[in-house]
């Protein structure tokens, strides 16, 4: 069965380091890619998708992301963080897109901020 | 343009009871899916409809329901309510047929059942 896993679920960087949150999934082919945040009390925001072409993708507030396909990975990485991007950030993927939207998501990966 | 607006943002409802949840799209998008997220099973996809049809349908129980209407406003139903049932709703609306766009989610409902 397709899966998306976040080994991490808690991570904690001091504000101004550099940051990397680690994303595999499982699947035949390559999917479509999502990162999004979620700030407490808040709905999902997407930070950046991969849908094909570069696989160096650069989404909002600072974040990229590498999709990796001989490791089946997407990892989502900042070179400097902020007290701000304290959230849960959840890797997804989505089969088809645009015929059956239908996202599967990772169990979510908590990111603290040391002042 | 307006975001998508879910409707209400609270709820408690006892054991047993029932419960409707409404999610507006984006206006222009016609597919909206649903999410139940808890902090055990993390998120969740429950269904998705698109043109007022049920395109995919998540492990969920026939207590959670759905259905969309010509708007493209979409409601999720929950009967028999059991406290597993807590959790936060999110609606997800997009516009198929545009490429690669995105899932745009609303804010959510968050459900209590005491």
């Known amino acids: 069965a397709q899966s998306v896993t976040q080994p991490d679920i808690h991570i904690t960087v001091s504000e101004g380091a550099s940051l990397e949150l680690r994303c595999n999934y499982s699947y035949g082919a390559t999917p479509y890619l999502f990162w999004y945040v979620q700030s407490p009390g808040q709905g999902l925001q997407l930070l950046l998708k991969?849908?094909?072409?570069?696989?160096l993708v650069q989404g909002i507030k600072g974040f990229e992301a590498e999709f990796k396909r001989s490791q089946s990975s997407f990892n989502l990485r900042k070179p400097s963080v902020h007290w701000s991007d304290a959230a849960e950030y959840f890797c997804a993927v989505a089969l088809t897109w645009n015929r059956d939207d239908k996202i599967i998501f990772g169990k979510g990966t908590r990111l603290h901020i040391l002042p | 343009k307006a975001g998508v607006t879910q409707t209400p943002r609270y709820l408690i409802k006892t054991r047993g009871q029932q419960v409707t949840l409404s999610c507006s799209p984006i206006?222009?998008?016609?597919?909206v899916s649903w999410y139940q997220q808890t902090p055990g099973q993390g998120l969740q996809f429950l269904f998705e409809y698109f043109s007022e049809t049920q395109r995919n349908k998540g492990n969920f129980p026939g207590r959670f329901s759905g259905r969309q209407f010509s708007n493209s406003r979409s409601e999720m139903n929950v009967s028999t309510l059991e406290l597993g049932d807590s959790a936060l709703y999110l609606c997800?609306?997009?516009?198929?047929?545009?490429?690669?766009?995105?899932?745009?989610f609303g804010q959510g409902t968050r459900l209590t059942v005491v």
């Open positions: 997800a609306s997009s516009s198929p047929g545009q490429g690669n766009t995105e899932a745009f």
């Open positions: 206006s222009g998008h016609r597919s």
């Open positions: 991969y849908f094909s072409g570069d696989t």
